[in-house]
């Protein structure tokens, strides 16, 4: 019980942290860009897609509840390497998603290209189809590998710091003292 209690506050701490970026990611969006906080929203839908934006947050999610709990559980004890795997595949499962909606843009665009007749009339829609389609395919690798990696070295910056913690108070323990 009192496991499921610290993997709880652990989710939630991971929760809050998401939605923190969440709220800072769209302020910054609004602040940089004429755009309000409903119009960067829907922006956002339109090009990446709800699938994209609910596995991105799962993924998200799943990497700072690692954190959290790779920074909770000593180094050495039960659950504390599976937490660290677990963020670690998270955090490439991000840069996956990111190629794959890459590839997924750049195939239907070239598909919509296949569909559609070239004219001189037609060139205005076939050119608005495209840009959509690439839209979708660059933005999702320009947001999905920066935060991958950002979130692979905070797991791998704060493993390294719960063992240097634990090494130094190993060491300190171990130290005689003088009298």
Request: a neutral charge.
């Amino acid at each position: 019980m009192q496991q499921l209690a610290k993997t709880l506050g652990a989710g939630s701490c991971a929760l809050s942290g998401l939605l923190g970026l969440a709220v800072i990611t769209i302020a910054l969006a609004v602040f940089m860009t004429p755009m309000d906080v409903g119009e960067v929203i829907d922006w956002a839908e339109r090009i990446f897609g709800i699938l994209f934006i609910l596995f991105f947050a799962a993924l998200v999610y799943t990497a700072l509840l690692s954190i959290v709990q790779v920074k909770t559980i000593p180094a050495g004890a039960p659950g504390h390497r599976t937490w660290f795997e677990t963020g670690i595949q998270a955090s490439s499962g991000l840069a996956t998603l990111a190629l794959t909606y890459t590839l997924l843009g750049i195939s239907l665009g070239i598909g919509s290209l296949s569909a559609q007749t070239l004219s001189p009339e037609a060139i205005q829609s076939v050119i608005g189809d495209l840009t959509e389609h690439f839209s979708m395919a660059f933005m999702s690798t320009v947001v999905g590998l920066p935060v991958s990696a950002a979130l692979r070295a905070v797991l791998l910056i704060t493993r390294t710091r719960v063992e240097e913690r634990q090494q130094s108070d190993a060491v300190s323990f171990a130290k005689p003292t003088r009298k």
